[in-house]
């Protein structure tokens, strides 16, 4: 079981905040792609915050730790961290846990899963070295006071993160820690703290915690020309072949997209016509994933023996539905989207979150076809 | 990681032979009352409802015609002391609220923190219970070795620094919100052949402990047997009392384990038994309380001292804020 997880604030002023496509694009890739497991969103909240309604994702609250509660400090990482330590710790995830970076689309399906004691992670090469602990550099001496064993390698790398579900339980609270230790010692002279103290703590942690990483080319960024990593990091500008930005995540706003030709030809190019398959279906509102079904009003129901018949006006047979049909059926009252209309099956049957979601998706889309469901836009 | 009700399968047989198969989360009133009803001998002709098909139905029976009920997980009673109820006071049995964090520190915090304790020897003194009087030798209610001022120790912020960034979590878990803190008061204990402490709870009028956090550490192999923390389901009564009930959970202490309850909960730490009575074969905890300070404090720093708890965060000041999946 893989959980694939993005974290986001929602708080609008945030860096963790996204705009609403960032979380439609990544559900649509991950459905396109068929990425085994769960999509899963923590949302760092405050106070008076909404939650957003996501569509495939399952969406889930937690307790925002930007500002800091103790130290005032705010810096949207210590929401990653804290986030991923209240849902584990509520939720008791077992499982692999696939963490993916702002700005992350699927290209293909990540299907192996994580070994307890190793995760594999995207290499980082803006880890600080130097004759300090861990080697780190001098300007980390205020580690020796709160790090035990300064000798260890630390794990220099990044999101995203494939880890087993117990390994980063361990780490998240050290990780934590470590930012809200960092960010302050880091705090002196004009500079201002760290914006890195996300990932020298989150190496810190990993390291203490014995897990062993491996280096592995999960991301190719739209300035490739090509590459076979599972997963598109779509923050920097598109270029077109002469250099001139042609995209950018940061300016875009949901509306046409620019025409995948005027990009160079790479991932950048590859990037653009996904982003327009999923402008189109979005704004077609074809697929599932956009929907929610609806009972039809007319349609008459009776069970017998377990089976469901509909009567369905206009037709002059009758729909036979099975058992797990018919708890499908049941959920498809208008008020819930597709990612809502799994969740309460599964957990009805006692099945693993995404291994229904084939069936699911053909259930709908036949009792759609016979006219006993209307399929609303989210 | 949180205590939940587990779920009991019972099979209800009736007096004619009807068989009732039930499910029930295990505090749930209906098990008591059955087992009340059963345990009150001769039986008591009592009603007894208990919900079939996940509630969608009941079965309404005399207790008299309830013939056996086999029930999995086993639900045992002391039938020397049956449950009653004492006429004309209502209560209520509540399950004890605790979680348990393992692996709480990393392997080489843990390894610290236990060479530390097997060091230590010489600044064990006897554990003392808290009266009236001030804090006094009841070897019948307490017997262990402890060092009293553990909290003042560096090795001590390693476990609070730590502590502290679960404290919210935590908080919220028992649903308590959260509160300024005081002070993070500390000790080392070691518990060695024969040696408990009988049943109690860690708050008191003047005590204003909130949070209790046991943190297990010791040898291993480990050289005792025992020395398991109960945690008292808890009787409370009309008008406020409250006292320890005969059933409870029990906790096995596990190195690197921290099991945090809240202070108010009925709890004893069982006899432990250390054959070969060596110091370094004790069952060693390192015991944590968190406490409320009366009056908000901005200042006070706690941890490795960049942490300002003396205060509640914005954040945490809205106390509906409840965790929840998008509709």
């Known amino acids: 079981m893989i959980f694939t997880v993005f974290c986001t604030s929602a708080h609008p002023v945030d860096l963790l905040a996204q705009a609403p496509w960032q979380a439609e694009l990544l559900e649509y890739s991950w459905g396109h792609v068929r990425q085994p497991g769960e999509l899963v969103r923590l949302v760092a909240c405050r106070p008076g915050d909404t939650l957003p309604s996501d569509r495939l994702a399952r969406v889930v609250r937690t307790t925002s730790w930007s500002s800091h509660p103790f130290t005032g400090d705010a810096y949207p990482p210590y929401d990653v961290a804290a986030s991923l330590l209240e849902w584990l710790f509520t939720e008791r995830i077992e499982g692999s846990v696939l963490l993916l970076a702002q700005g992350s689309i699927f290209r293909a399906p990540v299907t192996h899963e994580a070994v307890r004691g190793t995760a594999q992670a995207m290499a980082w090469d803006g880890l600080p070295r130097g004759d300090g602990p861990f080697g780190l550099g001098p300007a980390f001496k205020f580690l020796d006071l709160c790090c035990v064993d300064r000798t260890l390698t630390l794990p220099a790398v990044t999101l995203p993160l494939l880890i087993h579900s117990s390994d980063l339980r361990r780490i998240a609270p050290r990780w934590l820690e470590m930012m809200s230790i960092i960010r302050p010692e880091t705090n002196v002279g004009t500079q201002g703290p760290r914006e890195d103290a996300d990932a020298i703590a989150y190496a810190i942690a990993a390291a203490e915690a014995g897990i062993v990483h491996t280096v592995t080319d999960f991301t190719v960024g739209t300035g490739a020309k090509t590459g076979t990593a599972p997963i598109l990091d779509y923050r920097r500008p598109i270029a077109s072949a002469r250099g001139k930005t042609v995209w950018d995540a940061g300016t875009w706003g949901g509306g046409d997209v620019v025409a995948a030709k005027h990009a160079a030809p790479g991932i950048g190019r590859e990037f653009l016509t996904t982003l327009a398959e999923f402008a189109a279906r979005r704004k077609e509102g074809a697929d599932l994933a956009f929907l929610r079904p609806c009972r039809h009003p007319r349609v008459r129901e009776a069970k017998i023996l377990g089976q469901l018949f509909l009567d369905v006006p206009g037709r002059s047979d009758t729909v036979t539905v099975d058992a797990s049909g018919a708890a499908i059926w049941e959920c498809c009252d208008g008020t819930r989207s597709l990612a809502e209309i799994h969740r309460d099956v599964e957990a009805r049957f006692a099945k693993p979150p995404g291994s229904l979601r084939d069936e699911i998706a053909a259930v709908i889309e036949r009792l759609s076809n016979v006219g006993a469901l209307r399929l609303d836009r989210v | ?327």
């Open chain 2, 1 to 327: 990681m949180t205590a939940q009700a587990r779920t009991v399968e019972l099979s209800v047989r009736l007096v004619g032979g009807d068989l009732h198969r039930i499910t029930l989360p295990e505090d749930a009133r209906e098990l008591l009352d059955l087992y009340a009803a059963m345990a009150a001998l001769p039986a008591a002709d009592r009603l007894l409802q208990l919900p079939l098909g996940g509630g969608k139905a009941a079965c309404t029976v005399r207790a008299s015609q309830v013939v056996s009920v086999v029930s999995e997980p086993p639900v045992v009673l002391e039938l020397q002391k049956p449950v009653t109820r004492a006429t004309g006071t209502a209560f209520r049995l509540r399950r004890p609220q605790y979680a348990i964090v393992d692996d709480f520190l990393g392997p080489g915090e843990y390894r610290e923190l236990l060479a530390l304790a097997l060091a230590a020897e010489d600044e064990f003194k006897t554990g003392q219970v808290s009266t009236d009087n001030g804090s006094t030798y009841k070897p019948e209610y307490r017997q262990n070795q402890v060092v009293m001022h553990f909290g003042g120790t560096v090795h001590s912020r390693l476990l609070q620094n730590r502590l502290l960034i679960w404290f919210p979590l935590l908080a919220r878990t028992f649903g308590i919100p959260m509160f300024p803190l005081r002070e993070v008061e500390s000790q080392l204990t070691a518990a060695s052949n024969g040696q408990f402490y009988k049943v109690h709870c860690d708050d008191g009028p003047d005590i204003p402990r909130v949070l209790s956090c046991v943190y297990y550490l010791f040898r291993e192999p480990r050289g005792f047997a025992g020395g398991n923390l109960r945690l008292y389901d808890c009787i409370e009564e009309e008008g406020g009392s409250r006292r320890p009930a005969e059933t409870f959970t029990t906790i096995e202490p596990l190195p690197n384990r921290m099991v945090v309850f809240p202070s108010l909960e009925f709890h004893e730490a069982m006899p432990a038994r250390c054959p070969s009575g060596e110091f370094a074969d004790c069952r060693f905890a390192i015991t944590s309380w968190l406490q409320r300070a009366t009056v908000a404090n901005p200042d006070a720093t706690f941890g490795w001292g960049h942490f300002r708890c003396g205060v509640v965060a914005p954040q945490f000041l809205d106390a509906g804020l409840a965790r929840s999946s998008a509709p």
